[in-house]
């Protein structure tokens, strides 16, 4: 029996060098292939083809498409989060604008410098099943935690937005991925700096924070 392409690139390699290439090969396949053809137009097979790996190999790293999908979506979220925690550490004690700025900034690069990522994280997972959604849901929550945690932080004691800070991220986030996916498409894309210019009045407004 001919020997596999992907079995001979992998001699001699320690295991978990092995995994973590495939595991890549297996990402970048997924992404290309959910942000091209969609979620619901993408088999095992197909990524596999992309991957140059086998339907084995797959089924070893992810237990299903889903799998691979959720895998995807947790990562891109978790990066910009920790980007976000990153820019806003490195931002301390400047001005509310600043602050949502430097934050704002390195939300849209990890999110949508990639539209692949932008198509996946912002589109594809939408409206899924139910599963999906309640990952969405869970995630959506992620992103409230820290960014209410990274506001009381900064603003006098006591101060709330009016609605609550619950009722204000459902606006911000929602607002806010719509622009960052519109800007991730566009072709040419406009100015990261047009698009921070809408954001951040917008958010700031949302919390009662002035502009400046």
Known sequence: ???????????????????????????????????????????????????????????????????????????IHAEARAKVIEAVEGAVGRSYREVATTAATAYIHAIADDPRRARLALVEVVGLNQKVEGWREANTADWAQLIEKILRDMVPAGHEPTGGYRLVMVGMVGAVNALAQDWSESSPRPPMSDLIDIIIPLTLSLFGLPLE
């Open 1 to 75: 029996m001919t020997e596999r392409v992907s079995e001979r690139r992998y001699r001699g390699l320690p295991p978990e060098v092995r995994q973590a290439d495939r595991l890549h090969r297996f990402r970048e396949a997924g992404l290309d292939a959910f942000a091209t053809s969609g979620y619901m137009n993408s088999s095992v097979p197909e990524i596999c083809k992309l991957a140059g790996l086998s339907t084995r190999q797959f089924y070893e790293e992810f237990s299903s498409r889903e799998g691979l999908i959720l895998d995807l979506y947790t990562r």
